[in-house]
């Protein structure tokens, strides 16, 4: 996520930072490379230009020209700046009674996954949401929605089949919904490949009888400038209360983000990284602003791994490594408690100064984990527990059941028994950590396309 517009700042911050002194010519040349940047990253021109300008009066103040540190004073303005353009602080939902959210937009932005998602969010925080199916066009739209309901554990308003008229459904969702003793209701509607009048005509209709307290534009972030059109168009139809970014970790711009809210004049509220129904955040312009800039994000990723790590489990695990005594069934459980807190790429963008690590993400994509995992899942509960006793008519076995080469099995077993050497010194943990990238465990042999070089 931003790592094409978080490339082109470190470069120009970098030479800012070098510098003793700072000019007007400094400034206006920097400027000129950031205002490139946001604009390669598929940011608004508009938006950019104003960005810019603004960026550019305060840097050239006298409090900063004559600051001991004005590179640094420089970074902070930005930073400042880019906080205000993502909205300043957090939005919250409006959940007072009546709770009835609208969730519209464009077919394939994700509208029917974001409405699992955001139900699954709000039943974690202790309410009672109920889905409702308003989707009567899309083949399979609601059987969706009951799918994802299904696996939430949530209830779920479904038309009767051949039922085409929206608001007879929220007539009667409401009413059903009363039984459930739900409190918050999640309409689901429908999506079109672009705007036009008959959705804009329902999609009216339907608020107009809702009177919801929040509507929410589900929009793709990968669609870049598309979406701003679209949010201003939903915003001009039906008066939007947010917007939910999608697919923000397969987008390497971000553009999208850093204009909608000025474009719109509309708070992003979550953003959507990974497929995963836990994969919603709650969007906090600062914290962006921060891994946009490389600094990381450390209170996302506390507040990821504390909802994600069972803790008596990892104070299990971690006595485990110290005595060496960690095995096959504890990698598999290590593995599955990293997937929870979503996207490796993600959560890299979380850590101080990890840029440096980007080829790891691309080393361990979801392709490579569920290659090593079909690996462990093919050993037998004995050999999992007992990673001497793979012998080479075991280790035959094993690649076949997994789809994988002799050769791709025995690398593994070497980087797993090197790992458990590691875990037993925390001198060598600690170097292997901070020399990634240099000696530590070559992947290269698992799948023969990682990059070369990449250590684990």
Known sequence: MFSQLSDGLEGVFKKLRGQGKISEKNVSDAMREIRM?????????????????????????????????????????????????????????????????????????????????????????????????????????????????????????RAEPGEKDVLKVAKKAITWAEAQSGNVLIFDTAGRQEIDHELVKELQSLCEFLKPKETLLVAD???????????????????????????????????????????????????????KLENLDVFVPSRLAERILGMGDVVGLVEKAAEAFDEDEAVRMAERMKKSTFDFNDFLAQMKMMQKMGPLEGILGMIPGASKLKGLAGAMDDTKLKRIEAIVLSMTPKERSRPEILNGKRRSRIAKGSGNSVTQVNQFLKQFGQMRKMMKSKGKMKKMLSQLGGSGMDLGGLGGDFPKGMKF
């Not at 550019?56 to 409090?63: D, I, N, R, V």
């Not at 609208?102 to 009672?128: F, W």
């Not at 711009?253 to 990974?274: C, D, H, Q, W, Y």
């Open 37 to 157: 940047a946001l604009l390669e990253a598929d940011v608004d021109f508009s938006v950019a230009k104003q960005f810019v300008l603004k960026v550019k009066e305060e840097a050239l103040g006298e409090k900063v020209l004559k600051s001991i540190t004005p590179g640094q004073q420089v970074v902070k303005i930005f930073q400042d700046s880019l906080v205000d353009l993502l909205g300043g602080d957090a939005a919250p939902l409006d959940l007072d009674p009546p709770a009835r959210i609208v969730m519209c937009g464009l077919n394939g932005a994700g509208k029917t996954t974001t409405s699992g998602k955001l139900a699954l969010r709000l039943k974690k925080e202790g309410r009672k949401p109920i889905l409702v199916a308003c989707d009567l066009y899309r083949p399979a739209a609601v059987e969706q929605l009951a799918t994802l309901a299904g696996e939430i554990d949530v209830p779920v308003y």
């Open 221 to 275: 972030a990968a669609t870049g400038q598309q979406s701003v059109s679209v949010a201003t168009h939903f915003d001009e139809a039906v008066g939007l209360t947010g917007i939910v970014l999608t697919k923000l970790d397969g987008d390497a711009r971000g553009g999208a983000a850093l204009s909608m809210r000025s474009v719109t004049g509309k708070p992003i509220k979550f953003i959507g990284e990974g497929e």
